[in-house]
Structures are given as structure tokens and as C-alpha cells.
């Protein structure tokens, strides 16, 4: 299969095809989603709920997305690989930024680099830009700033629908390749949609962004809660609890291992 490249997204949104995004933390279920299609795949600082047991995405460091970064990006042969930049790794400047995002691009084999914020995080996007790093912005409802904003809420409903768009404009005249657009109303992301010459990729942003990312463990009914814009495409949890009750079972009953899994003197 072909790579997925930087102008393939343009093109996609320019032809009218919508783009597909999972996000990714490991060999294995990146190339899974791989080879199930998947455009985009995002080493989401989401890592840190998801994978690492914390509450919030603000302990997670840029060591650790390394590591899930370098294992995505080297298990897939066709997906735009974008791994995000974490708390406190850009927010100082585009000094602080470009030696972050030079780490990842280094180190891991990502095709892109995604930051939260928008005209805060102009200056960042342009020095990545110019350093020939692309950057996935990302609008909305931002995680990293959960204390601030009060937790996960709705971003951009009445008069501050213009502070989204405006967000949204300043980060694509910055540079950006694409803009990800979290828990923001559908009619607000369906405009920015219209406006910005990049792609929009909704969570919680309505079906007329030019594609969508979900949270794979919420798109694959892994864990026992998820958000209201999630839908469950699979029970991979209950396939695991199944999986492992059936090992148990045969392990106390003596049927596991059988004779074909043991070896000969
Ligand atoms: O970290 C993440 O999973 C994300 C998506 C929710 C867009 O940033
Ligand atoms: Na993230």
C-alpha cells in the first residue's frame, strides 16, 4: 500500500474524501488499524488515561511518547503516523517547541507533530513549519488545559464560536496541516470546515468535519467508560475477560497445555 503523505490529506479534503484517525500506543494495534485502513493513526498524549492509569494527560512525558511513537511509526507501512507534543514540552516558546518536536521527528520515524492551542501556539507551529515539521493543531476542547477550562466541556457555543474560528484560521495561516477539533458544537466545526483550507478532524466536532479521530479503547469498547461522543464498534474487553477466563479454566482443569504444546525429551 502506498504511504499516506502530508499532501495527501489536502487532497483528500480537496476530492471530498473523508480521512479516518485512530489514535495508537503500541506495535501491535497499530498495525492492526494499519492494515484495517486507517489513514492517520495519533501517539496521543491520551496514553496517559488510556495506558498509564493517570486521570489526566498532564503527567505524561515526552520520554514516553517516544517510546509509543517509535513503536507505532515502526509497525505501520501505510498510515500518517502523528505523535502528540505533551504538557510542558512546548508551551515555553518556539525555542522549546522545536527542540521537543526535533527529539520525536529524531527518534521515532512520526510523519507529523500535533500541539494544542491556537493563536497561543502560533508562534510554535510556524518555527516547526519552517523547520520542515509538520503540525496537526488542535482546537476545541484541549485536555492539556483541563484545570483551566474546568474539564471536559463544550468549546465555542454562542459568542465563543468566533474565538474557535479565529483560532482556527490563525493556526492554518501558521502552518498547520490539518486541525483536530475536540467537543466543539457541530454547526461551529462544520463552518470551520468551510473557511480553512485544511482538513478538520472531529472528536465530538458533528459529521461535517473532513474526517474523525477516536480514542481506540473507546472505539473498541476497551474499558468500561466512554465519552458521550464515542461510539463502541467492538467489546474488546469483554473478548479479553473471555480470553483469559477460558486460559484459567483450563489451566485448574489440566486441558491446558495439551501434548501438542509441550515438547519431547
Ligand atoms: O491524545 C489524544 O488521544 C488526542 C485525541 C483525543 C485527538 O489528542
Ligand atoms: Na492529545
Redesign the pocket.
Known sequence: PRRVRVHHLQAAKDRGERLTML?AYDAPTARIFDEAGIDML?V???IGNTMHGHAT?LPVTLDEIVVAARAVAGAVRRAFVVA?LPFGTYEAGPEQALASAVRLMKETGVAAV?LEGGRRSVPQIRALTQAGIPVVA?LGYTPQSENALGGPRVQGRGAAAEEVSEDAVAVTDAGAVAI?L?MVPAPVAARITEVVRVPTIG?GAGPQCDGQ?L?WVDMAGMGEWSPRFAKRFGEIGAALTSAARDYADEVRAGTFPAASHAFDA
Open positions: 489514535t495519533l496521543g498524549d491520551s494527560t502528540d500535533k488542535h483536530v475536540e472528536i479521530v480514542v
